[in-house]
């Protein structure tokens, strides 16, 4: 097998949705499998989870779990876990950021109320525990299926402090790169790692190497992070699946913004901050915020920090049998580099 080289795999966002087809239809009709008809909060819960968005997380598992036994088959139940996990994570976001949209659709508590969003995402918690019971039923220890449990518990407790720790950050006008890193691999990184390693357990792998998936996916979803942020201000709302300049609007720590804040003189970091705390934005206003942030080097400075955190990740792959499935994980980080540009 060839060897990565990064030329040659700088997909366009087509050629990654259909390396990763077979996986997301495995994805969906495993989600499809398991919706009751007989209970309608259940059959809402699922038909989220199914509503759309990349299955980045979920394919992880399954690729990396491929990538070692040749099959992705025994990944199943843990990476619908992990689907779980994510979307009842972006149902509890999208109401503290009180967003109207995700993936170009209305957002639950929009289309059902905040109650009813909230017991959504506990049924989608609560199933992921049944998805993990499934093991009974596959060649797995004990051991491993108590490190699948560990990792999916660590995961979201660390999923939840990153969203705490975002809180305190936004409150701060200090703020550092450093501060935001650990931020973006707690709310962002724990799940994609955790995923990634969850795929090597149930793959049989050794422990150094699931340390290693670890981090393979703990530092691509910090890059995730970092791209989505530099999206967030220069993206478009077709693009992002939500609306533009939502993390400004909500007040949400930004490593755009902390960068372009920690290098403004006291005028232009003046200008920015009563720019930032508009509550709405029109035209004037995006250009000379991203006036200001070209000036600054802001956007450089995160693109360069995401491509840091992503040949991290390309490297930990290296403990990965060569094959398709290890050339698709690099490709994913190749891919989210390409999509900000």
Same mark, same amino acid.
């Given at each position: 097998?060839?060897?990565?080289?990064?030329?040659?795999?700088?997909?366009?966002?087509?050629?990654?949705?259909?390396?990763?087809? =077979?996986?997301?239809?495995?994805?969906?009709?495993?989600?499809? $499998?398991?919706?009751? =008809?007989?209970?309608?909060?259940?059959? /809402?819960? +699922?038909?989220?989870?199914?509503?759309?968005?990349?299955?980045?997380? =979920?394919?992880?598992?399954?690729?990396?779990?491929?990538? /070692?036994?040749?099959? +992705?088959?025994? &990944?199943?139940?843990?990476?619908?876990?992990?689907?779980?996990?994510?979307? &009842?994570?972006?149902?509890?976001?999208?109401?503290?950021?009180?967003?109207?949209?995700?993936?170009?659709?209305?957002?639950?508590?929009?289309?059902?109320?905040?109650?009813?969003?909230?017991?959504?995402?506990?049924?989608?918690?609560?199933?992921?525990?049944? $998805?993990?019971?499934?093991?009974?039923?596959?060649?797995?220890?004990?051991?491993?299926?108590? *490190? !699948?449990?560990?990792?999916?518990?660590?995961?979201?407790?660390? %999923?939840?402090?990153?969203? +705490?720790?975002?809180?305190?950050?936004?409150?701060?006008?200090?703020?550092? #790169?450093?501060?935001?890193?650990?931020?973006?691999?707690?709310? *962002?990184?724990?799940?994609?790692?955790?995923?990634?390693?969850?795929? &090597?357990?149930?793959?049989?792998?050794?422990?150094?190497?699931?340390?290693?998936?670890?981090?393979?996916?703990?530092?691509?979803?910090?890059?995730?992070?970092?791209?989505?942020?530099?999206?967030?201000?220069?993206?478009?709302?077709?693009?992002?699946?939500?609306?533009?300049?939502?993390?400004?609007?909500?007040? #949400?720590?930004?490593?755009?913004?902390?960068?372009?804040?920690?290098?403004?003189?006291?005028?232009?970091?003046?200008?920015?901050?009563?720019?930032?705390?508009?509550?709405? +934005?029109? !035209?004037?206003?995006? &250009?000379?915020?991203?006036?200001?942030?070209?000036? !600054?080097?802001?956007?450089?400075? %995160?693109?360069? /920090?995401?491509?840091?955190?992503? %040949?991290?990740? $390309?490297?930990? !792959?290296?403990?990965?049998?060569?094959?398709?499935?290890?050339?698709?994980?690099?490709?994913?980080?190749?891919? /989210?580099? %390409?999509? $900000?540009?």
């Amino acid at each position: 097998m060839a060897t990565f080289e990064s030329e040659k795999y700088a997909l366009n966002e087509g050629a990654m949705d259909q390396a990763l087809a =077979p996986y997301v239809r495995a994805i969906g009709d495993e989600l499809r $499998r398991h919706r009751d =008809p007989n209970s309608k909060i259940m059959s /809402l819960a +699922y038909d989220f989870v199914d509503s759309g968005g990349k299955r980045l997380r =979920p394919s992880i598992t399954l690729l990396v779990c491929e990538a /070692l036994k040749g099959s +992705y088959r025994d &990944a199943l139940p843990v990476a619908v876990a992990y689907e779980l996990a994510h979307t &009842a994570s972006l149902t509890q976001d999208d109401i503290i950021d009180n967003s109207a949209t995700r993936h170009n659709q209305p957002t639950a508590h929009i289309l059902h109320g905040v109650t009813t969003a909230i017991l959504l995402s506990d049924m989608m918690i609560f199933e992921i525990f049944q $998805r993990l019971s499934e093991y009974a039923e596959f060649d797995v220890t004990k051991e491993q299926l108590g *490190t !699948l449990v560990a990792y999916i518990a660590k995961a979201a407790k660390e %999923a939840a402090e990153g969203e +705490y720790l975002e809180s305190e950050l936004s409150k701060k006008l200090d703020s550092t #790169v450093e501060d935001y890193v650990r931020l973006a691999g707690l709310k *962002t990184g724990a799940l994609f790692g955790a995923a990634a390693a969850s795929g &090597a357990i149930v793959g049989g792998a050794k422990p150094r190497v699931v340390r290693d998936m670890y981090e393979f996916g703990r530092n691509l979803g910090i890059e995730f992070q970092l791209v989505d942020d530099i999206l967030d201000l220069t993206g478009s709302s077709s693009e992002m699946g939500k609306p533009m300049l939502k993390d400004l609007q909500n007040n #949400v720590s930004n490593i755009v913004v902390i960068h372009a804040l920690s290098h403004a003189d006291a005028r232009t970091g003046s200008l920015l901050l009563s720019t930032m705390r508009r509550s709405a +934005y029109g !035209l004037t206003d995006v &250009a000379e915020l991203l006036g200001i942030f070209d000036d !600054l080097g802001s956007v450089k400075s %995160a693109a360069d /920090l995401s491509k840091k955190h992503a %040949a991290i990740a $390309r490297a930990r !792959l290296k403990s990965l049998p060569r094959g398709e499935a290890r050339e698709t994980l690099e490709r994913i980080t190749e891919w /989210l580099e %390409a999509r $900000r540009k």
